[in-house]
């Protein structure tokens, strides 16, 4: 008979966070040997963890740092809801946001690759908590922003739910960032400035336009003007700083309204799980 009782079964379980069974096997097979048993839990998780790559990641968490003039925004990854909001997913992630402020990392490969202070990649620390949590865990995208001051915002789409929006915005005003980045999470602009759109999207958005206007039977001679018309209109629904600024005056754009207020928005980055 197994050297072990109820007692190091609930403590190896709190360890480990594996199922009941799972543990009872394993301090079966290490013949009580608490230490040991972590041993074959983990192994047997860690070999799990390729079983699990292929699954789709899509639910989690967007976590942020902004402080002064630098902020980072990480967003990481499972598989359930139910996990995105326990207590070691929330952990993890968190310890994953410090290391990307700690290395100042701007893209996931380099926070994956980094070590962490007790010797372990990022990657391990994923391998380890997809083995430990039971679900393929992952670090999907990260950002790093500078700017004179640089405001972070998160936002939750269910009350239940960590933050699935964050947004890092870069200004002349902390006070103008916070309200920049809340508009931001609400109406997703996809560029700061319209220099910032790609040439080939607005080529493609002149042909729709122009395509539309011939649909509709315009006339050759107010094509041009209308075709101008709805292109600075995908501009107005795109570009941070041409969207109306409802927080603040509809009738003013973004732009409009931080200029009036002697201060200017120089970036921004937006996340949402999955999207």
């Given at each position: 008979?197994?050297?072990?009782?109820?007692a190091?079964?609930?403590?190896?379980?709190?360890?480990?966070?594996?199922?009941?069974?799972?543990?009872?096997?394993?301090?079966?097979?290490?013949?009580?040997?608490?230490?040991?048993a972590?041993?074959?839990?983990?192994?047997?998780?860690?070999?799990?963890?390729?079983?699990?790559?292929?699954?789709?990641?899509?639910?989690?968490?967007?976590?942020?740092?902004?402080?002064?003039?630098?902020?980072?925004?990480?967003?990481v990854?499972?598989?359930?809801?139910?996990?995105?909001?326990?207590?070691?997913f929330?952990?993890?992630?968190?310890?994953?946001?410090?290391?990307?402020?700690?290395?100042?990392?701007?893209?996931?490969?380099?926070?994956?690759?980094?070590?962490?202070?007790d010797?372990r990649?990022?990657?391990?620390?994923?391998?380890?908590?997809?083995?430990?949590?039971?679900?393929?865990?992952e670090?999907?995208r990260?950002?790093?922003?500078?700017?004179?001051?640089?405001?972070?915002?998160?936002?939750?789409?269910?009350?239940?739910?960590?933050?699935?929006?964050?947004?890092?915005?870069?200004?002349?005003?902390?006070?103008?960032?916070?309200?920049?980045?809340?508009?931001?999470?609400?109406?997703?602009?996809?560029?700061?400035?319209?220099?910032?759109?790609?040439?080939?999207?607005?080529?493609?958005?002149?042909?729709?336009?122009?395509?539309?206007?011939?649909?509709?039977?315009?006339?050759?001679?107010?094509?041009?003007?209308?075709?101008?018309?709805?292109?600075?209109?995908?501009?107005?629904?795109?570009?941070?700083?041409?969207?109306?600024?409802?927080?603040?005056?509809?009738?003013?754009?973004v732009?409009?309204?931080?200029?009036?207020?002697?201060?200017?928005?120089?970036?921004?980055?937006?996340?949402?799980?999955?999207?």
């Amino acid at each position: 008979m197994a050297n072990f009782t109820a007692a190091d079964i609930k403590a190896l379980r709190e360890q480990t966070a594996a199922g009941m069974l799972d543990v009872k096997k394993a301090l079966e097979e290490a013949d009580g040997d608490m230490a040991k048993a972590a041993e074959i839990l983990r192994v047997k998780g860690l070999k799990g963890v390729t079983k699990r790559e292929g699954r789709s990641a899509s639910n989690g968490l967007v976590a942020a740092q902004a402080e002064g003039g630098v902020g980072t925004l990480v967003e990481v990854n499972c598989e359930t809801d139910f996990v995105a909001k326990g207590e070691r997913f929330i952990a993890l992630a968190d310890q994953v946001l410090a290391q990307a402020v700690a290395i100042e990392a701007a893209d996931a490969p380099t926070l994956l690759a980094s070590t962490l202070p007790d010797g372990r990649t990022v990657q391990q620390l994923l391998d380890e908590g997809n083995a430990t949590i039971g679900e393929k865990i992952e670090v999907r995208r990260v950002a790093r922003l500078t700017g004179p001051t640089v405001s972070a915002y998160l936002h939750r789409t269910s009350k239940d739910l960590p933050p699935q929006i964050g947004v890092l915005v870069a200004s002349s005003d902390a006070g103008l960032g916070h309200d920049v980045a809340m508009h931001v999470a609400a109406f997703s602009p996809t560029a700061l400035s319209r220099e910032e759109v790609p040439a080939e999207t607005v080529d493609n958005e002149r042909r729709l336009a122009e395509a539309t206007a011939r649909e509709e039977g315009k006339p050759e001679a107010a094509l041009p003007k209308i075709i101008e018309g709805r292109v600075n209109g995908f501009f107005k629904d795109n570009v941070l700083l041409e969207q109306s600024f409802f927080a603040k005056d509809a009738k003013k754009s973004v732009g409009q309204y931080a200029k009036e207020a002697g201060h200017e928005v120089t970036g921004f980055r937006r996340f949402r799980v999955g999207a």
